[in-house]
């Protein structure tokens, strides 16, 4: 069972709530793998992996969520560029070596 972080009385259940988010979040990074993975097999060309508005159009949505959040847009934005170029990366590879 969760815990807000104004309920954890010590570090061992700041811990568990953290380790409890760490496992759901990795789970919902390879849900959204799935659909990376799905993109290539719908792409015909390396050069269709890059699609720049595309990009902006995700940074621009969870930058504002982030703030809507509390979280720190930048922090957000470092992160899905990160996510987005390994993306990106696998589908070229992908579509070079079918």
Not at 51 to 63: A, E, F, N, S
């Amino acid at each position: 069972m969760s815990k807000a972080p104004q309920d954890c009385k010590d570090m061992d259940e700041v811990r568990i709530e953290i380790d409890r988010l760490d496992a759901a979040i990795v789970d919902l990074m390879a849900e959204r793998w799935g659909y990376v993975d799905r993109a290539w097999q719908l792409k015909s060309k390396p050069e269709e992996a890059t699609v720049p508005w595309r990009i902006q159009q995700v940074i621009d949505r969870v930058k504002q969520r982030a703030d809507e959040k509390g979280l720190p847009p930048s922090l957000v934005e470092a992160l899905w560029r990160q996510l987005i170029g390994w993306g990106i990366q696998y589908e070229e590879e992908k579509l070079r070596n079918p």
